[in-house]
Structure formats: structure tokens, C-alpha cells
């Protein structure tokens, strides 16, 4: 399977933009590259995934490196409600639909 | 529309007892999925299931632990003879396939086994 490395923490002024890094250098050709969120006491939360290409949606712009080797989340004007943890991470196999968390990094958004 | 659901939202129990755990997937998923997270940790895999296959069990740490999904629906989660180590949040999410689609996860089921 492959992994993910993500710092554990990271801190955010208010309103500025959010960039998250996260390697996965063993991923293979056929898997994507997910992001999700856990806000304190909530199940997660899917933030965004892809393949090859950047993707962006309303939460979220995902930037992958044209290698695969690591990709960023970008939150382009954080919030105090985006402080949780965030999750990259790859998908386990194609015969899976399960996915592998490891530890995040903590995101503290701060005013 | 609604979300996934769990119940109950917070069970204490004592070591040895029996526990059922529910969760109540976003209809029409076919996937169901079953992850605990220990104080402090992250997310561990348990149990999925996906249509009318055999679930892959792969993450289940014992064999107290078993899920059954009835109807391709609701799924429960069944600890038998609790032990302290099994205290965390169980968490459940449902997909509409599994593979490339996103899981949508509940708000988790707290257990706290005395």
C-alpha cells in the first residue's frame, strides 16, 4: 500500500491561504490521492481528490506534482472553523474500496 | 438529504458485556464501511461491505468483533465480551461505489467499556 508523510502540525493566519503538503512516493499509476478533514468530535469530512490533474472545488484546490510524488491542499482563505486535523491519503489497493488514515496534520487557524 | 447515522451516540458498558453499535447508511450507497479511532489516534479500518460480495473483514483486531449488513442496508457492529482496549469511536461511512468515490462518514458512536 502506498503511504503518506504529512507534518503533524501546521498554523494559518486568519484569511490568509492554507498549504498543506503531503508525499506519497510510492503511489502507484492507477491511485488517487484523497483529502479529508476531521473537526474536533466529528466523523471526516471529504475535502477533495485526484488523480493527475490540479483539481479545485468549493472547499479546496488540490496541487499534485507532475511526478505523483506529493501533492498540497490549498484552503485560500482559511477560516477558525477549517482548524482539524487533515488527512491525505492514498487509496489502498484497486480491489478496495478502504481507505488508510495516518496521523494528519493538525491545521490550528488562528486570528 | 440525510446523512449517515449511528446509534447510539455514546454507550458506556462493562468489561465483558455484549455491545451492538448501528449505523444507518445514506440510501442507496452500496458501500458501508466501519472504522474505529482510539483516544489520540487515527482512523483504523474495520469491516466494509459492498453490495451483495462477501465483506472484507481484514481490519477486525479479534475475532469478538463481527458487522453484519441486512437488506443492503442498515449495518451493525457486534463486540462481544468487551475489554477496556476496545474504548474509542466507532465511526461508520457509507460510499454509492467503492474504489474512485468518496466515503461519507457519521457522526460515530463514543464506547467507553469500564
Known amino acids: ?9 501546521m498554523d494559518c ?28 468530535s466529528q466523523g471526516p469530512q471529504y475535502i477533495i481528490h485526484g488523480l493527475k490533474n490540479n483539481e479545485t472545488n468549493e472547499m479546496a484546490s488540490l496541487i499534485i506534482t507532475e511526478d505523483r510524488k506529493s501533492s498540497t491542499l490549498i484552503l485560500p482563505h482559511a ?17 478496495t474500496g478502504k481507505l488508510i488514515f495516518g496521523q494528519g496534520t493538525t491545521l490550528q487557524v488562528k486570528p | 438529504g440525510a446523512g449517515v447515522s449511528q446509534s447510539p451516540s455514546n454507550k458506556v458498558t462493562e468489561k465483558g458485556k ?11 450507497h452500496t458501500a458501508l464501511y466501519w472504522y474505529r479511532q482510539s483516544l489520540g489516534q487515527g482512523l483504523e ?3 466494509y461491505f459492498q453490495g451483495n460480495s462477501a465483506p472484507d473483514k481484514s481490519g477486525l483486531p479479534s475475532d469478538r468483533f463481527s458487522a453484519e449488513r441486512t437488506g443492503g442496508s442498515v449495518s451493525t457492529l457486534t463486540i462481544q465480551r468487551t475489554q477496556q482496549e476496545d474504548s474509542a469511536v466507532y465511526l461508520c461511512a457509507s460510499s454509492p461505489r467503492f474504489r474512485s468515490d468518496t466515503q461519507y462518514f457519521g457522526p460515530g458512536t463514543r464506547l467507553t467499556v469500564l
Open chain 1, 79 to 95: 477560516t477558525l472553523r477549517d482548524t482539524a486535523v487533515y488527512y491525505c491519503i492514498v487509496r489502498a489497493s484497486s480491489n
Open chain 1, 13 to 40: 493566519a486568519e484569511g490568509r491561504a492554507a498549504n498543506l503538503p503531503c508525499n506519497h512516493s510510492t503511489i502507484s499509476g492507477n491511485e488517487y490521492v484523497y483529502w479529508y478533514r476531521q473537526i474536533h
Open chain 2, 45 to 47: 479500518f474495520l469491516i
Open chain 2, 18 to 28: 455484549d455491545v451492538e453499535l448501528r449505523c444507518d447508511p445514506i440510501s442507496g
Open chain 1, 1 to 9: 500500500d502506498a503511504k503518506t508523510t504529512q507534518p503533524p502540525s
